[in-house]
């Protein structure tokens, strides 16, 4: 049976990602990242800030609440799990995956820096959350939920193999949400094998 942490260490998961110098790499969120990830936010918030509440005050944030920012999701509680994606240096991406409707669900989210649109990072993005989510953890089923109006969100589900599940209403808290919500699911493949939520021991995704 293969140790999933290995399919991470393939050699093509190495090659430079198409028109840059560098592979797309993935990591947990971790103290050392908070200078890249400022300039990441700071550099998107425009973009941001109208899907994302937090995002409308990012560019004015001093150092402490950046510094708290990071540490909110660095310490957050496991499954939840938060994670940078990088192009060399810089940040290209954030990926989360948080607990959702029951304890056999999780959902995800994510976001792409500004400049690194259109360039297949979102889905890439989606399809390591996806890894994490059924072969690490064993959730049953994922979603991906966002906002009517929130134009790039909305064309990644059906890319990624999500199905429609549901719509929903939700406090609006960015300035261009409508407050009108889809929900999209997807099912743990079958076959797997187990991941740490359904028994498998936690050395089989953290050995060197």
């Known amino acids: 049976m293969e140790n999933p942490n290995d399919r991470f260490r393939r050699?093509?998961?190495?090659?430079?990602?198409?028109?840059?110098?560098?592979?797309?790499?993935?990591?947990p969120i971790r103290p050392k990242h908070k200078p890249a990830l400022v300039k990441a936010i700071w550099k998107s918030h425009q973009q941001l800030r109208g899907y994302v509440g937090w995002a409308r005050y990012a560019r004015s944030w001093d150092v402490k609440t950046i510094s708290k920012f990071a540490d909110d999701h660095i310490h957050d509680q496991l499954p939840n799990q938060h994670f940078l994606f990088f192009i060399g240096a810089e940040v290209v991406g954030m990926g989360s995956i948080v607990t959702a409707y029951t304890p056999s669900d999780c959902q995800i989210a994510l976001w792409v820096t500004s400049g690194y649109q259109r360039k297949g990072i979102g889905k890439r993005i989606v399809d390591t959350l996806k890894q994490f989510a059924f072969e690490v953890w064993g959730f049953e089923r994922l979603y991906y939920e966002h906002d009517a109006y929130n134009q790039q969100s909305k064309q990644l589900p059906q890319k990624c193999g999500f199905r429609y599940s549901h719509s929903f209403n939700q406090k609006i808290d960015a300035e261009a949400e409508s407050g009108f919500?889809?929900?999209?699911v997807m099912n743990r493949p079958t076959g797997l094998p187990d991941g740490i939520l359904q028994g498998r021991p936690i050395e089989d995704f953290t050995k060197p």
Do not use: C, I, R
Request: proline letters at 14%.
């Open 181 to 184: 919500w889809f929900s999209w």
């Open 11 to 27: 050699p093509e998961a190495f090659q430079n990602y198409p028109g840059y110098e560098h592979p797309l790499a993935v990591s």
